[in-house]
């Protein structure tokens, strides 16, 4: 009696270990989850990661393979046939071991797991339910509708600088006169990734919004919008989705290029399109490039998009870098008073370092902060070293003769090869001068070295090239301007 009820006793030990050991280990993948989602949200962007991959959930990993469940088979095939390699690889990099992936359908929708009533175990299961929330809804602000704005992206929010003025000014004005003309209509903003075009959509939308009560405003990627109308098509629901987006006051689309080259949604974007403008509704869009760089987009909507007013982003400037983490520093000291500064340098370390989009600039900041938390210690330039080592590594770029070639040929609208020719056409032979003059500038190529490798000059001609726009740069403001632009520019890659 007492062997069986101590058998029994050992049992429920060894089940109960068995139990706890699961629920580290599922806690464990849940937080490599975590790392993969910020990854896949990273590269693929809040909405993409939203649409399709928020209700992704890890299981299990056996024999190498993780396997991960989702909602619906829908999900289910899209996931597999956009996402599959990301997934493998971003897995791969948080866990060596996994050489696999499997997602199943979930057969109900109740993501916990656990309905152990133990009292540890119960806690810790609290936890992964949380971790496991906050996993699958990093940011869980899709509504029926469209995308709720995050209320963080105001333009109180958003600091101004050489790179992205003019497309605050923009913004800014579209929010505040809220009366549509043929000329902006749409307005389009385009720049490369992280570099504050959802912010910039958002700031304008929530601006009408807070003061045009009953204004209909429509946020949504491009991909929600693809996402929303293939539903729409699948649920014979064809007319109310057409309905729904012809009767909205404004609408806003971010990220266009995602709808390049996929017909069917793109036809039923531009009948949208085209019936709002003619409305005389305003629609502001983003994409990662110009209209014209849209190649893969049908030509009479490129077009349209190009109709009203584009703008685009720049790659910020160490100035701009470091006024947005001195920003982001008091708003997350206003938030935790406890929260002590990052000090100056550090900031100052850190703009010069991370050059290469906003959104890892933050991300470094968080690093930091959150490294000095966990480990208690002070926030140091050499502490800062250690802690962002892949950021460093990853932001930095010997400028190379081609960069600056390229960049100075585009700025002047000029090619390549007239920057190697000897023609001396001064539309030709000034950005030619200007471009040895950086080379001389920010590389540490030898002259000799610079000469060769512009279509084999020699030393003397950088010498001269090198002279001439010094002395120019004194009198000619326009060119002192052009230069500075293109150093902002090319510090920045
Ligand atoms: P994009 O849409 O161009 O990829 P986002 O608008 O998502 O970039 O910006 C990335 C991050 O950087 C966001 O957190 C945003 O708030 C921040 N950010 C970008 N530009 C600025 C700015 N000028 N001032 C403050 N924060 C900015
Ligand atoms: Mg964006």
Redo the contacts with the bound molecule.
Sequence with gaps: MVGEQRICLGDRINKMYLEKQNIADKSHLIEQWANVALKLKQKH??ASFNNWMKTLDPETIEAGCVIMTVSTRFLKEWILSHYLKDLNSFWKEENNSINNIEIKVRKNNDQSYSDNSGNLEGNISNNITVLNRAANEIDNNSTFSGTRF?P??TFD?????TS?RLA?AVAKNLAEENNVTVKSNPLFIY????????????AIGQHIQKNNIGKKILYMSAEKFMYRFVRALRDKDIVNFKEYFRSVDMLMI??IQFICGKGSTQEEFFHTFNELVDNNKQLVI?A?RSPSDLKDLDKKIQSRLGGGLVID?NN?DYD?RL??LK??MEILMKKDHKLNPVPDSVLEFVARKITS???E??GALHKIITDSLLMKREVTIESTKIVLSDLIRANEHVLTLDDIKKNVAEYYNINIADINSARKLRKIARPRQVAMYLAKKLTKESLMEIGSKFGGKDHATVVYSNRQIEKLCESNEQLRKDVQLLINRLSSI
């Design positions: 962007g809040d995050d963080r992206f929010n958003f600091v101004v600088g992205n605050q720049g490369g990734v992280g570099l504050g075009k959802t912010h910039l959509m958002q971010d990220d983003t990662d982003i910020a701009l006024g947005i920003a982001k989009n906003i959104r600039l933050e």
